[in-house]
């Protein structure tokens, strides 16, 4: 039985929408093949997806980076060109086609509670970038008020996506016993750190 996530990510050849027709996973990215007709990009893009909406990527391995360095490097891993339109379509989910497709690609997958982290993610990448922002009121003032107000959500987000995370983890015995794994270095390391200073 093939892997779509694998067979998609490590496919060599430009014609990647032939292999989607073959599999029958055409449906899932037929939104894109509208909006980005050049095959390479289409290619591209659709890996994009799959290495940053699949519960099985390894590039979600976060390491302490947040989803916006993590997208930011999936999106060079694909060699999407560096064109402001298209950084901002794929990376920033501003093309309603690549917006479709990750929704088709969870519905895909089949992965409830991985498809409400990605949500909780993707919006809480939102509120943060709003409470960064200078958002004006019509006066021209800074909207402070909207701005604490974008912070909380974010805030509120992280927890959700926390405890999203937490029930995929623990639905997942691949991703179970990885995290348990990297607990366990974490705390043995934590300890041979406190004994180091210590002395």
């Keep these: 039985m093939i892997s779509p996530y694998h067979e998609i990510t490590t496919i060599d050849h430009d014609d990647l929408e032939d292999f989607l027709r073959k599999v029958h996973l055409i449906k899932i990215f037929e939104p894109l093949l509208e909006e980005f007709q050049d095959k390479s990009l289409f290619k591209s893009i659709v890996k994009f997806i799959a290495w940053g909406y699949s519960i099985n990527s390894d590039m979600l391995n976060t390491s302490g980076n947040t989803w916006g360095k993590v997208s930011e490097l999936i999106y060079d891993k694909c060699d999407l060109p560096q064109n402001s339109d298209i950084h901002d ?52 003032e800074i909207d402070i008020e909207a701005k604490m107000k974008a912070a909380i959500y974010a805030k509120d987000l992280l927890k959700m996506m926390e405890d999203a995370r937490d029930t995929f983890i623990q639905n997942n015995s691949k991703l179970k016993a990885s995290v348990e794994a990297v607990n366990r270095v974490n705390k043995e390391s934590a300890g041979r750190n406190a004994g180091s200073y210590a002395l």
């Design 89 to 140: 379509a794929v990376c920033k989910l501003k093309s309603a086609a690549v917006r479709d497709s990750v929704e088709r690609w969870l519905q895909f997958q089949n992965e409830e509670n991985f498809s409400n982290y990605v949500h909780y993610r993707d919006l809480r990448r939102e509120f943060l970038q709003l409470s960064l922002s200078d958002m004006k009121k019509a006066t021209g």
